[in-house]
């Protein structure tokens, strides 16, 4: 009697693995701490499958990652979808397979920035999440407010006396210190880009670092420091899920850079159906609205948009999750050439160790 129960129990256990490795799988590539993993566990529920998830800090890390490793969907920043698409690394969308997707009922400014700035590459994304770079700083600092919005980009540019953070990024902060020059941001002149390499040695910054800089502001070991708007808007969720006070804000210049993230079906992907499931899925609606909550981070979809503000309660300023106003200057980057892209990075490891 033992041993027909042990043989019923291992064949049923046989049964079960078999039935897990019968699923399909769907391999994502996402920066961290970047999608509700509630909901990729409802996808998989719907759709009998396991989505294998992998989380990677940069845009440049997971280029890297996609050159050794196949990958179905990879959800990256506007100037790597561009390079992406120049590579051939990514196909063009079909997006009847995508119902859900309503680039009808995105913001108009949304529209106009697709259409205007990411011509050679619309149709090899559906976006995910948008905003800015701006400055975060530290409240608690006396008159740094006033400071950084009177002088904007001048504030973190120029040797003032404040803690200064800025973004170990060739791209940020080689970009950003073009535009404060006041050149083109995606610049491939030897002469401004040396400017910005001056530019950046001369600001005397107390730190280089990555997401990590926004925690430095709310501790105060920095007074103010380069950031993405959904840096900012992460430190924000986390002080009120600890019931603490906010001791930081952040200011958006209208001269910065404006940034869409986008989910793109890879040119190795195995399996296009269920990525494209995968994409309907996350811009349902409500599913849109759910992991926009989750995150922190502005939705493109104007119903979304006003879901959030209705449904989840958001009381957030409106500007924040409205980064690309009517008439708005604010620039997106965009991948000029690999010779480019190793000159930046060759100007800011001088910028760091002069």
């Known amino acids: 009697m033992k041993k027909m129960f042990v043989f019923a129990f291992l064949l049923t256990a046989v049964l079960f693995l078999a039935g897990c490795t019968q699923k399909e799988k769907l391999y994502v590539l996402n920066f961290g701490d970047y999608i509700n993993d509630e909901l990729i566990d409802s996808f998989e529920d719907e759709y009998n499958c396991k989505v294998v998830y992998t989380e990677l800090n940069s845009n440049e890390e997971m280029y890297q990652k996609m050159k050794n490793e196949d990958y179905d969907i990879v959800i990256v920043s506007d100037y790597m979808i561009d390079r992406l698409y120049q590579e051939g690394l990514i196909v063009s969308l079909d997006y009847t397979q995508i119902p859900n997707y309503d680039f009808d009922g995105y913001f108009t400014q949304a529209q106009n920035l697709i259409n205007n700035q990411c011509t050679n590459f619309k149709n090899y994304f559906v976006p995910y999440f948008w905003g800015t770079v701006g400055i975060m700083y530290n409240t608690n600092v006396e008159g740094l407010e006033e400071y950084v919005e009177a002088n904007g980009l001048s504030a973190i540019f120029t040797d003032n006396g404040y803690k ?56 105060g070991q920095l007074d103010l420091a380069m950031v993405y708007s959904g840096d900012y808007l992460d430190e924000l969720y986390t002080c009120e899920i600890n019931e603490e006070t906010p001791n930081f804000g952040y200011f958006a210049p209208e001269s910065t850079n404006i940034w869409i993230d986008g989910m793109c079906l890879t040119s190795v992907c195995q399996n296009a159906d269920l990525a494209y499931s995968f994409m309907n899925y996350f811009n349902d609606t409500e599913n849109c609205a759910e992991n926009a909550a989750y995150i922190g981070y502005a939705p493109l979809s104007e119903t979304v948009y006003n879901l959030l503000y209705t449904e989840y309660d958001y009381d957030y300023d409106a500007s924040i999750f409205f980064p690309y106003p009517e008439g708005s200057t604010r620039e997106m980057y965009h991948y000029v050439s690999i010779e480019h892209y190793n000159k930046l990075n060759d100007l800011l490891d001088r910028a760091k160790n002069n």
């Not at 002469?191 to 001369?202: D, H, K, M, R, S």
Request: no cysteine.
């Open 164 to 219: 200064k953070g800025m973004y170990n990024s060739s791209r940020d902060a080689l970009s950003m210190a073009l535009l404060y020059n006041g050149y083109d941001i995606n610049s491939n002149d030897d002469t401004e880009l040396n400017t910005a390499l001056n530019t950046l040695i001369a600001a005397d910054y107390e730190m280089w670092g990555d997401d990590s800089l926004k925690q430095l502001i709310q501790t």
